[in-house]
């Protein structure tokens, strides 16, 4: 009994591409150039690619914040 919790009761530890893209609200394109450019970490298995709950947090954490609200930029 490892593992005493059900799946329904533990959050994922690792989201899909699909997933990081949709909580996130980009493209693929977009996380794939993140990644290119050492902001955000991916693991690999086999043919799966996912991105590890913290490693999504702590790049979502590291944007920049524009002051001034939507119309600062």
């Not at 490892?2 to 996130?24: G, H, I, M």
């Amino acid at each position: 009994m490892a593992n005493e919790y059900s799946k329904a009761e533990t959050p994922s530890q690792l989201l899909t591409v699909a997933d990081f893209c949709a909580r996130y609200r980009i493209g693929k394109t977009s996380l794939y150039r993140e990644a290119a450019a050492g902001r955000l970490t991916l693991r690999k298995f086999g043919a799966a690619t996912r991105i590890a709950r913290e490693d999504a947090e702590a790049w979502a954490a590291s944007l920049p914040v524009v002051e001034g609200g939507a119309n600062a930029a």
